[in-house]
């Protein structure tokens, strides 16, 4: 059975920096497309960032330049660093995974528990 397991989030002020963590109970986790969603009170989940099997990248507009996505296959693990981080980014996060292609929409096999991100002004 699948499971993710999303660690690092808390509370920041705005221009500080977290770094979430992703761990993968995956036997295959190389040939699994890794992404970031995140969900605001009382809005849709929305993409964050991809990362595909051969570590190319994919980020949603309004993070580009300040979040980095990146994956450890020899760890079953993935991270999303965030620098300057606004109050805007406050959200849970969630990782999620899915066989090889990445995709922008929500078209994930599996999802993670969420971890919360608050950024203060």
Same mark, same amino acid.
């Given at each position: ?5 999303? $660690? ?8 500080? $920096? ?6 993968? =109970? ?20 929305? /993409?964050?960032?991809?990362? =595909? ?7 949603? #507009?309004?993070?580009?330049?300040? /979040?980095?996505? =990146?994956? #450890? *296959?020899?760890? *079953? ?5 965030? *620098?300057?981080?606004?109050?805007? #980014? &406050? ?13 922008? &929409?929500?078209?994930? $096999? ?10 203060? $002004?």
């Amino acid at each position: 059975q699948v499971q993710l397991v999303e $660690s690092g989030g808390g509370l920041v002020q705005a221009g500080g $920096s977290l770094r979430l963590s992703c761990a993968a =109970s995956i036997h295959t986790f190389s040939t699994y497309a890794l992404a970031w969603f995140r969900q605001a009170p009382g809005k849709e989940r929305e /993409f964050v960032a991809a990362i =595909s099997v051969s570590a190319s990248t994919v980020y949603a #507009d309004s993070v580009k330049a300040r /979040f980095s996505i =990146s994956r #450890d *296959n020899a760890k *079953n693990t993935a991270a999303l660093q965030m *620098n300057s981080l606004k109050p805007e #980014d &406050t959200a849970v996060y969630y990782c999620a995974v899915r066989r090889w292609a990445v995709v922008t &929409t929500t078209s994930y $096999s599996y999802w993670g528990q969420g971890t919360q991100v608050t950024v203060s $002004s």
